[in-house]
């Protein structure tokens, strides 16, 4: 992954100019900052790639120069994919101080099986993957792991239940359920089916009494 990603000034155009922009291997993007003005520059698309498939994903912070002048600290604020091969058209990049606060998402991850699951035969349902948060960038989480082993049927975690470090202030809603065990799925036997039963039996007796006629 690049520490460092060189962006090029570039004078912002429409459609055409953004396609041609494409097919020379690299794609639009905007730079924004507070208290500044977005400027419009051009960045390989491998560099975002490797950054969003990296462990932390949009929230990893980089360098970013623009045409050669003094580095910055940036963070991936938007993309945007082709919606038929997939690959990456457009990217907005957030220019961030490190003494002032950052509102992201993070993501939640799950460790264990619960006990619901393995020993009840109950349904995990993982509700909320991701929450928002308030921190400086320095103290930005990878994510956010939760334990379920100990859940049983029924047992569920809020927000409000989650440990994170005091660094990091939790603005999702407490009670917005993370996630939960549900008791098993019960199969019912249609009652046409029951009803037909008892008679498929009664009739298998009465072939059998008919056979028994027959050889006396």
């Not at 639009?28 to 977005?38: D, H, R, T």
């Not at 961030?96 to 006990?115: C, F, K, N, S, Y």
């Not at 009739?203 to 009494?209: D, N, Q, R, S, W």
Request: one cysteine or more; aromatic letters at 2%.
């Amino acid at each position: 992954m690049p520490t460092v990603i060189d962006a090029q000034l570039r004078t912002p155009g429409g459609k055409n100019a953004n396609r041609r922009l494409r097919k020379s291997g690299i794609i639009p993007a905007v730079i924004y900052g507070p208290g500044k003005q977005p400027v419009a520059v051009s960045v390989n698309p491998n560099d975002i790639r490797a950054i969003l498939h990296s462990e932390s994903g949009k929230n990893t912070i980089f360098g970013i120069t623009v045409d050669g002048a003094a580095q910055h600290n940036a963070m991936i604020k938007d993309y945007q994919l082709d919606p038929i091969k997939g690959g990456l058209i457009h990217t907005d990049l957030l220019e961030i101080a490190m003494d002032r606060m950052l509102q992201l998402t993070v993501d939640i991850e799950l460790i264990g099986d619960p006990e619901g699951v393995k020993i009840g035969g109950g349904i995990m349902d993982f509700v909320t993957r991701s929450i928002e948060v308030e921190c400086l960038p320095s103290d930005i989480p990878e994510s956010i792991k939760i334990d379920v082993s100990h859940l049983k049927i029924n047992d569920y975690i809020r927000v409000k239940n989650l440990q994170v470090d005091p660094k990091v202030t939790v603005l999702t809603e407490p009670e917005v359920v993370i996630v939960t065990v549900v008791p098993p799925v019960k199969e019912e036997v249609p009652a046409e089916a029951a009803a037909a039963e008892p008679e498929v039996i009664k009739k298998g007796k009465t072939a059998e009494e008919g056979e028994e006629e027959k050889k006396s």
